[in-house]
């Protein structure tokens, strides 16, 4: 009798927890962030940017209309991605939603597009890929949004600028395990110098180079990439990270550097693992503030 009330509770519990992973899969939170910063110029403080990472071509139709209404109401200046909103994995290839959102939200807002691992990957191994990237890149440019591989675009209001770059990392730095250095010298001879006079914007997909982006001069580093740690653990944070190392240190949040800053967003979607437990998709929501 006590192996079988001990089963029904088991099965009642993995229930649950089936159930509450699939609403935080089939529901999008909207976390709000505020970035201080004096070298935000007069002209853009109150920057409104939403920031979408790791779609993986996810939640087509209820999930992803309720999305853009959120966005919507936010009404920002722009929509920063920070990558990997395609999926190519194991010589599976979508976009299809990926395509569909970015042009209903092209239509009404900049959108400024940083590549991730799966964008790369499509673009790279074309004898698997096949021209997917190509007509994936040409769907892009006739909706309007601007793809920034290793390229920088400049606002200028008057005497204030405000410079978004999107960094598309080699493979090196997403390998599995190890954590391969960042040369001091990388991002200079990929991105070009950084410009101390603006306020520099970086959408960099992967969170592990905190250190070298701020080096660099990114005043606000936008990344994804590690799905908030797939399970969010109550005071310990997300478990794991794609690179296989567990409670990364830069899951999910809010991070900072001396003045400079990193947020990372723990994601939109899934793909080889598709589970999430204490760690809801979402939306972020963040606004520029000039301090003196």
Not at 15 to 22: D, E
Not at 55 to 69: F, S
Not at 98 to 116: D, E, M
Not at 208 to 233: M, N, P, R
Request: glycine residues 10%.
């Amino acid at each position: 009798m006590g192996l079988w009330i001990a089963g029904i509770i088991l099965s009642i519990l993995i229930i649950a927890v089936l159930a509450r992973s699939w609403y935080e899969r089939s529901h999008v939170v909207v976390r709000e962030y505020e970035v201080e910063s004096e070298a935000v110029g007069e002209a853009f403080d109150g920057y409104t940017m939403v920031v979408l990472a790791d779609l993986h071509d996810n939640g087509a139709g209820q999930r992803n209309n309720r999305m853009m209404a959120s966005i919507r109401r936010v009404h920002p200046d722009a929509v920063m991605v920070a990558g990997d909103m395609v999926m190519a994995r194991k010589g599976i290839c979508r976009y299809g939603e990926c395509v569909r959102l970015l042009k209903r939200l092209a239509f009404c807002y900049p959108v400024y597009y940083g590549l991730g691992n799966h964008e790369d990957r499509m673009g790279r191994d074309k004898e698997v890929y096949g021209s997917s990237y190509q007509e994936w890149y040409s769907e892009m440019m006739r909706a309007g949004v601007t793809v920034l591989d290793n390229l920088s675009l400049t606002l200028r209001e008057g005497t204030d600028a405000l410079t978004i770059t999107g960094l598309n990392l080699d493979l090196d730095y997403y390998q599995k395990i190890k954590k391969t250095p960042m040369t001091p010298r990388y991002l200079e001879e990929t991105l070009g110098v950084a410009r101390r006079d603006e306020y520099h914007i970086l959408l960099a997909h992967s969170p592990k180079y905190f250190e070298a982006y701020a080096a660099w001069g990114a005043d606000l580093t936008l990344s994804g990439h590690y799905h908030g740690g797939t399970v969010c653990l109550p005071f310990l944070g997300g478990v794991v990270a794609p690179d296989y190392g567990f409670f990364p240190k830069w899951s999910k949040g809010k991070f900072e550097l001396g003045k400079k800053t990193m947020i990372v967003s723990g994601g939109l979607g899934t793909h080889s693992v598709n589970f999430r437990l204490g760690n809801m998709s979402e939306l972020l929501v963040v606004r520029l503030k000039r301090v003196s």
